[in-house]
C-alpha cells in the first residue's frame, strides 16, 4: 500500500502510480470517519464534492462519492468541474461536515490531488489532516453503487456555482462594475475557471476575452500554474489586442497571478498590494492584515503607514484560514496568489479577486501602470525572485539550524537585524529586503526567497541562499 501523507494543501500524488482509485478509496474511508466521529456544532452529516479537468478527476470523484455515501454521509456532487472556491463556499452554504476536491491544482498534468475542506468552508488545518491520515485502513472501504446511491438521494448532482457566482456578487459593487465598460481578459490557462467570468459579468458593459478556455487535461504542455513563463501566448495576444487587465487563474481557479492590458507580467506580490491599496483607501477597511512570510515587505510598509496590525504566518492558506476565523480580518494572502477576502468563506479565492480588481479599476478610472508607479512612489522599489533547488530531506534539519546559528552579517549593504524562523529561516536586512530558505512539506526541495530594492540585488540574495546550503 501507498504511503499517503498530507502536504499543505491535501494529497497530491501521480495519475497511476500512487493516485489510483484503490488509494483515493482509502483516502475517502478514512475521510468518512473522521466525519462520523467529529460533528461540529450547527452541521449535518453532508460532504460536498468538486473536481477539476485532469485526467479523471470526475471517476475519481464518483468514487469518492460512493465511499462517503456508504458511509451513511449525504453526498453532493457537482456534475462538471468547478472551482475549489465554489466547493468550499458550498459546505459553508450547506453546513456539511466537510469537503472534497478532487485537484492538483498547479502540479504538472501526470499528477491528481485530493483536497480536503473543513466545515468552515477552508482548507482542513494539520490537526484534522493528521488525523485522517491515523485512520487510513482501519476500516475496511464500504461503498455505495453510484445509481444506487442516485436512487436512494444519498448522492445528489448538485451544482455549487450559480449561489457561488450570486454570492461573489454582493461582495463587489458589482453595479459600478457592470457599467464600467471595462475590457476584461481571463488566461484560464485550460482550467476550471474557464467561462466562469462571461457568465458573472454576462448582460453588462465589461468585454470579456477567456483565453486558453478549453478542457484539454494535458493543460496545453504547460503546468496550470500562474506564473510569467507560462503566459508567453496570452501575453503576445495582449500585445496585439489591448485589455484593460488580465487576471490569471491556476488549474482549480483558487490562486491568481495576472498581465496587464499589453501583456506585462504582474506579480502575485503587485497584485496583493494593489488590493490592499484598494481596500484602505478606496474601500476605507479597518481590520487585521495576514501575510504568509514569503510575501513582499511592502505589505509590512503599508500596514505601518496606515495603522494596521500586520499578522504573520507559515507558508500555506490554512495558516492564514486560522486567523480569518478569529475575525477582524481586512485580507489574507500568501506569496503564491491565494487570497482570501472578509465577509466570504476563509479561502482563497480566484474568482472573487479578479472581481476585486476589476472594482479597484472601475473606482479609479486609471491604468494598471499608473496605479503600481503610485504604488512604488509611496514605498519604494520591491523586486522578488524565488528558486527551488534539489536538497535531501535527511540535511535539512541541519541546513536549518547551521542557518539559524550562522545568520549572514549583511544582506548586501544593509545589515541584518532580523531572524525569523518558525517556518524556515528568514534574514531581514534594516532596508527591507530578505532572504529565506525553506523546505517543502514532502519533497528533497529547497526554496530558496529574496527580495531587494533591485534584481541585481536579488540575484545576489539567492546565490547567497545556494552558497549557505553548501555549508551542510
Known sequence: MASIQFGTDGWRAIIAEDFTFANVARVAQATADFWNANSPPGTVPLAVI????????DQFARQTAEVLAGNGLEVLLSPAPIPTPAVSFAVLQKKGRGGVMLTASHNPPAFNGYKLKAHFGGSADSAI??????RLDQSPVRL??????????????????PNYFRALKRLVDFRLIARSRLRFAHEALFGV???????????????????????DPNFGGINPEPIARNYTKSAAYLARHPHDLCLVTDGDADRVGGMDGR????TTHQIICLLLRHFITNRHGKGRVVKALT?????????????LELVETGVGFKYIAAEMLKGNVLLGFEESGGIGFPGHIPERDGILAGLMLLEMLAVERKPLPTLLARLEKAYGPHRYSRIDTHFPLEKRAALMDFCQKNPPARLGRSPVTGLKTFDGVKFIARDGSWLMLRGSGTEPILRIYAEAQSETAVAQLLRLGVQLTRQV
Do not use: W
Open 263 to 266: 501583456g506585462r507580467a504582474l
Open 144 to 161: 455505495l453503487d453510484f445509481d444506487t446511491a442516485l436512487r436512494q438521494k444519498r448522492i445528489c448532482l448538485h451544482d455549487p456555482c
Open 193 to 215: 475557471g474557464a467561462g466562469c467570468f462571461e457568465k458573472i459579468l454576462a448582460d453588462t458593459t465589461c468585454r470579456v476575452t477567456t483565453l486558453n478556455a478549453e478542457h
Open 295 to 307: 510575501t513582499t515587505s511592502m505589505v509590512d510598509k503599508m500596514c505601518a503607514a496606515h495603522g
Open 50 to 57: 468538486g473536481y477539476d479537468r485532469r485526467f479523471l478527476s
Open 129 to 134: 489532516c493528521r488525523d485522517i491520515e491515523a
